[in-house]
């Protein structure tokens, strides 16, 4: 097998919201924090594979400087092609171990490693929270991901029972589609009890789903070790970091005990310098200075369905009437002020309860794109690009897109120099932060 599983087997990475410095800072805006102008910020990503993820960060933000490593010198230089074929010269891409990065690569405001600290070695785990805590700006915040404890219990037997299975093959592409077929017979079998039926079913359906590089080395890669919160949070203090926050933004006066109880299985934690003085009682008089977003819509049951599968129950005028509004803007951000009309004198307690919950996010960046339809329209470079070479493309909000085969054929005309024909066909195009 070669020196390096990722140019052999392709990990693509793709934009993640939750990685994007507008969500960092407003996680440490809320909890008292003076996080960079989203606009010029400093990025480090350790481990940005093909840039799917940084390339449309430093894209967006002109005014911004952004690094990238990763040790996979393939994914490199297809990321490096990316930022030449856009002509971005505010990002830098290099390939090399995250143990060797040191005070050349200069200071950050967000560092961000998705998917790395549960898939390394332990000397590798510590050498990425100690460059943190080196080349982390003073106010500067630090995105990890990792697989937790106590939800992952369950996917880690089935990952034990794959990896036994797959024992006596040494083929990547073999032992992936041995392991896919290993963990079919497991959902289809009946022998289960009906307890364990259950968890077993759903977590097949989610392994099933992946993409060959993602259960490749997600699942089946030779290190993969989940740890609890307060595992975690240890570890970092040890390196002079302090716990702020979860990415997607809802709290908890016990985020241990909230795992437990809620089971959680992934992580996306934040981490500043201990010194920094966090305010963890934030209120709703706060909510004034940010942005909201929500793709609220309706369900069957009538009840109305935002981010991560948070639904409120009808009948409640002023609220059905806010989250409406930020439906009909999504995925753009409204400003609190926009909001007024909508949510009166109890707006401010309205959007603090939607962001604890989870049902909306909140911002401090708004997202720069074009939002009426032009006489001539122009679509992203990065949005024209990505067009030529699949059906997915990255908004200006940092959100995936996928397109239809119709609207793959409009791209080439939306270059700025051809009058559009039909603006509702547009009109999408816009709403959904394409244009520029």
Not at 214 to 231: C, E, F, G, I, R
């Amino acid at each position: 097998m070669p020196d390096n599983p990722y140019d052999e087997v392709p990990y693509l990475t793709r934009p993640r919201l939750e990685t994007h410095p507008d969500r960092l800072a407003a996680v440490a805006k809320l909890f008292g924090m003076q996080a960079a102008p989203v606009g010029t910020c400093r990025v480090l990503e350790i481990g940005c594979g093909d840039g799917g993820n940084l390339v449309p960060l430093a894209y967006y933000l002109p005014g911004s400087s952004a690094v990238g490593v990763d040790l996979a010198p393939g994914l490199i230089a297809a990321a490096q092609t990316m930022a030449r074929d856009l002509q971005l010269s505010n990002i830098r891409l290099v390939a090399g171990d995250l143990r060797e990065i040191g005070p050349g690569l200069g200071e950050f405001d967000f560092i961000l490693a998705h998917g790395l600290y549960s898939w390394v070695p332990p000397d590798v785990r510590d050498a990425l929270l100690r460059v943190c805590a080196e080349r982390l700006a003073p106010q500067g915040i630090a995105f990890i991901s990792y697989n937790a404890y106590p939800g992952r219990h369950v996917r880690q037997m089935l990952r034990e029972m794959m990896l036994y299975e797959i024992r006596e093959i040494r083929s990547p592409q073999q032992r992936i589609e041995r392991a896919r077929s290993f963990i079919h017979t497991m959902a289809e079998g009946r022998l289960a009890p009906s307890v364990w039926r259950e968890l077993l079913e759903t977590e097949a359906a989610i392994l099933l789903a992946k993409d060959p590089g993602s259960l490749w080395h997600d699942d089946l890669a030779p290190v993969n070790d989940p740890v609890y919160l307060h595992q975690f949070v240890a570890h970092a203090a040890w390196h002079g970091l302090q716990f702020l926050g979860d990415a997607d933004g809802r709290y908890s006066d016990d985020e241990q005990q909230s795992d437990f109880l809620r089971c959680r299985r992934f992580r996306e934690t934040l981490l500043c310098r201990e010194a920094i003085a966090l305010d963890r009682n934030p209120t709703a008089a706060s909510m004034r200075e940010f942005l909201f977003s929500a793709p609220a819509r309706r369900v069957d049951d009538g009840q109305i369905e935002g981010l991560n599968g948070v639904r409120i129950a009808p009948g409640h005028a002023q609220l059905e009437a806010i989250v409406s509004a930020l439906g009909d803007s999504y995925p753009l951000p409204l400003p609190f002020d926009d909001l007024v009309p909508y949510g009166g004198d109890g707006l401010e307690e309205i959007l603090f309860a939607l962001i604890r919950s989870g049902f909306a996010n909140f911002h401090v960046h708004d997202f720069p794109c074009e939002e009426s339809v032009t006489e001539f329209p122009r679509a992203s470079r990065l949005v024209r690009w990505q067009a030529t070479r699949g059906n997915v493309v990255t908004s200006a909000c940092h959100l995936p897109v996928e397109l239809t085969p119709d609207d793959l054929r409009l791209i080439p005309n939306l270059d700025g120099a051809h009058p559009v024909e039909d603006p509702t066909a547009i009109a999408w195009f816009a709403r959904m932060g394409l244009l520029e």
